[in-house]
């Protein structure tokens, strides 16, 4: 009775952290810039007692990690919009330093700097902010994130790449802070800025809707289960106690 009681409980654990993300991720599905969070998981073998029990194999918590699949792009025609092509990131200056982002929506602020529109200002590929002319008429963007207005070259928006390997910790609602450093993109070829438009959640509704029924599913079958064997505990006691 005990030996799968111990992988349903540790199955409702791994579901139920699951059932979040899904619920979060869903949450956000239309949030510019937003990366869907996923959850990888591992399975803990738990050895026999030595008296003739076998080992019972259990599911972890899991580990959970952002997913970087590029979202849907839409065409807003807005100069001071702009989307990554490309596995890059937009720099933004944070409260403890860069922070890298997909959500390429910008505006000016009354000095001149082009900033999220939650306000952390962007950066160019050395860090530092980018600044234009409030009254100089309309910008233009480059593939190689080259600002002109007015046929001045003001600087160029920063294009950074981070390491395949990083893990990604989430900073405000489609901020990234990778625990390794990122690099300024030197090859356009491959990666270069869209001005016009913006990047959507890379989440998938119709595959996390499908995923959400499915592990609600195997909740209550896992809920079953522990209660079924409550209930056989709960049986076995009774009868042992009225035999004596």
Request: net charge negative; proline share 5%.
């Amino acid at each position: 009775m005990e030996a799968s009681l111990s992988p349903a409980l540790s199955a409702q654990l791994a579901i139920e952290r699951r059932l979040d993300t899904l619920a979060h991720n869903l949450a956000n599905i239309r949030t510019a810039g937003f990366r869907a969070e996923e959850v990888k998981f591992d399975e803990l073998l738990k050895p026999g007692d030595g008296f003739g029990s076998d080992p019972v194999s259990l599911a972890s918590e899991g580990t959970t990690f952002l997913s970087t699949k590029n979202g849907e792009l839409t065409q807003t025609g807005n100069p001071l919009d702009m989307a990554v092509a490309g596995d890059a990131w937009f720099g933004m200056q944070g409260p403890n330093g860069v922070v890298y982002t997909r959500d390429g929506r910008m505006r000016i602020n009354q000095a001149g700097t082009v900033e999220t529109l939650t306000g952390y200002p962007l950066v160019d590929a050395g860090g530092a902010q980018i600044q234009v002319n409030t009254n100089g008429g309309p910008l233009t963007i480059a593939r190689d994130g080259m600002i002109t207005q007015n046929g001045q070259q003001l600087g160029a928006v920063g294009l950074f790449t981070i390491p395949a390997t990083a893990k990604l910790n989430r900073f405000d609602t489609s901020g990234v802070v990778p625990d390794q450093a990122a690099q300024p993109a030197l090859d356009f070829s491959q990666v270069g800025v869209m001005q016009g438009f913006i990047e959507g959640s890379n989440v998938n509704p119709v595959l996390e809707m499908t995923r959400l029924i499915e592990l609600q599913r195997a909740f209550e079958s896992a809920a079953n289960l522990v209660q079924s064997n409550e209930r056989s505990l709960g049986d076995a006691i009774q009868t042992l106690g009225s035999s004596r």
